[in-house]
């Protein structure tokens, strides 16, 4: 499973930002896909994932982000609004196939106060 994201950059806080997230591979047995983020000098977090019809979000993004799945384009989105200048970071696309974690090669979203 290869994944490519896009859609980080700059904005200020109380802006919106839209990550996607395009799978391509062995896709037809992905069992989940989402996002996680790193912070300078933290842990890498979750974000948000999707599996089904089911979603998930951190505390720090319940209601203010938004995930969802296109299957026709195997592509993943995140909306994020109102933005905080504690969610900069780089974003990282995520999918789980079979136990096994796929990752992204990273985002960078700055959200400036």
């Known amino acids: 499973v290869q994944l490519q994201g896009s859609g980080g950059g700059l904005v200020q806080a109380g802006g919106s930002l839209r990550l996607s997230c395009a799978a391509s591979?062995?896709?037809?047995?992905?069992?989940?896909m989402g996002w996680y983020r790193q912070a300078p000098g933290k842990q890498r977090e979750l974000v948000s994932t999707?599996?089904?019809?089911?979603?998930n979000y951190a505390d720090s993004a319940k209601g203010r982000f938004t995930i969802s799945r296109d299957n026709a384009k195997n592509t993943v989105h995140l909306q994020m609004n109102s933005l905080r200048p504690e969610d900069t970071a780089v974003y990282y696309c995520?999918?789980?196939?079979?136990?096994?974690?796929?990752w992204g090669q990273g985002t960078q979203v700055t959200v400036s106060s």
């Open positions: 591979g062995s896709i037809f047995t992905i069992d989940s």
């Open positions: 995520y999918a789980r196939r079979n136990a096994a974690n796929y």
């Open positions: 999707i599996s089904g019809g089911r979603t």
